[in-house]
């Protein structure tokens, strides 16, 4: 039972434009939400995060938005860059810490 | 360099043998974490070790040990290999287990495993 779910394996961007990756999950015990950004070959890296009593936090072209009534949360890329391309993990963390990842959303921004 | 270091990078290995995927931190760290990630599941929590001496049960431990003898290290084993083993095998730590603003987990580069 997938309790953080990406429902687009992939998306492609034109760059400049905006990126806008999709996240649902379905249990309002989690605390924060985080987003990760993954190279080929190497490991997850972090990228911004949202606590559960906020609705936007922002930090220079990333921003993520979290509507709990909706049990969804977004992530936006603007404007998008080649170097932005990757897999985006969305993740979740239940008190105590642990993280429970969604399956990623491969972002393709071409020039 | 801070940070993690995971080895090997990738391995062979044929079903049955037993094989343990070294990780080593130099943050101080108190939690510790083992993954897999497969493709259509994003990465999946094997064990975890909130502290030095503890250890917990991820999402799928089966088939899978740990230990904490001491802060920087989180050895993963497999004690007898299986094809369903096959996966990439990331190592990751964070400041406090605890949530709140220490939640941010800081991977490794990961290792390559197939089981033959």
Known sequence: ?111 | IAGITQAPTSQILAAGRRMTLRCTQDMRHNAMYWYRQDLGLGLRLIHYSNTAGTTGKGEVPDGYSVSRANTDDFPLTLASAVPSQTSVYFCASSASPAGGDNYEQYFGPGTRLTVT
């Not at chain 1, 605390?31 to 922002?58: C, H, M, Q, R, V």
């Not at chain 1, 220079?60 to 603007?78: D, Q």
Request: aromatic share 12%.
């Open chain 1, 1 to 111: 039972d997938q309790q953080v779910k990406q429902n687009s394996p992939s998306l492609s961007v034109q760059e400049g434009r905006i990126s806008i990756l999709n996240c649902d999950y379905t249990n309002s015990m989690f605390d924060y939400f985080l987003w990760y950004k993954k190279y080929p070959a190497e490991g997850p890296t972090f990228l911004i995060s949202i606590s559960s009593i906020k609705d936007k936090n922002e930090d220079g072209r990333f921003t993520v938005f979290l509507n709990k009534s909706a049990k969804h949360l977004s992530l936006h890329i603007v404007p998008s860059q080649p170097g932005d391309s990757a897999v985006y993990f969305c993740a979740a963390t239940l008190p105590g810490g642990k993280l429970i990842f969604g399956q990623g959303t491969e972002l393709s921004v071409k020039p």
